[in-house]
Nanobody, 123 residues
Framework: QVQLVESGGGLVQAGGSLRLSCAAS????????MGWFRRAPGKEREFVAS????????RYADSMKGRFTISTDNAKNTVYLQMNSLKPEDTANYYC????????????????WGQGTQVTVSS
């Protein structure tokens, strides 16, 4: 049983930073992409970033480039999303996901999902 557990969300002022964590368990992920998505109130879930398990390949949504960084700690089976220069429009529930593909940037390419962690950015 694959489990993805996110943590690290919270309330932060605009311009601040947060680091989200996603602890993965239940199988090995060496051939899998790991991704972060988010869903803002009233909007569809959108791609944020993805990374191949050993970190050799990363992808970002255009609006996150330069502000967000995705990384992995293979020893801890954990994926991180460092978010800097946060804006009120970054307010959303952030989800971690695991894909059967080595690189994956769309929602339908992901098989496993966490429950999400809420990020709220105040102005």
């Amino acid at each position: 049983q694959v489990q993805l557990v996110e943590s690290g969300g919270g309330l932060v002022q605009a311009g601040g930073s947060l680091r989200l964590s996603c602890a993965a368990s239940g199988r090995t992920f060496s051939n899998n992409a790991m991704g972060w998505f988010r869903r803002a109130p009233g909007k569809e879930r959108e791609f944020v970033a993805s990374i191949s398990w050993y970190g050799s390949s990363t992808r970002y949504a255009d609006s996150m480039k330069g502000r967000f960084t995705i990384s992995t700690d293979n020893a801890k089976n954990t994926v991180y999303l460092q978010m800097n220069s946060l804006k009120p429009e970054d307010t959303a529930n952030y989800y971690c996901a695991a894909s059967q593909f080595r690189i994956a940037t769309t929602e339908r390419m992901y098989n496993y999902w966490g429950q999400g962690t809420q990020v709220t950015v105040s102005s």
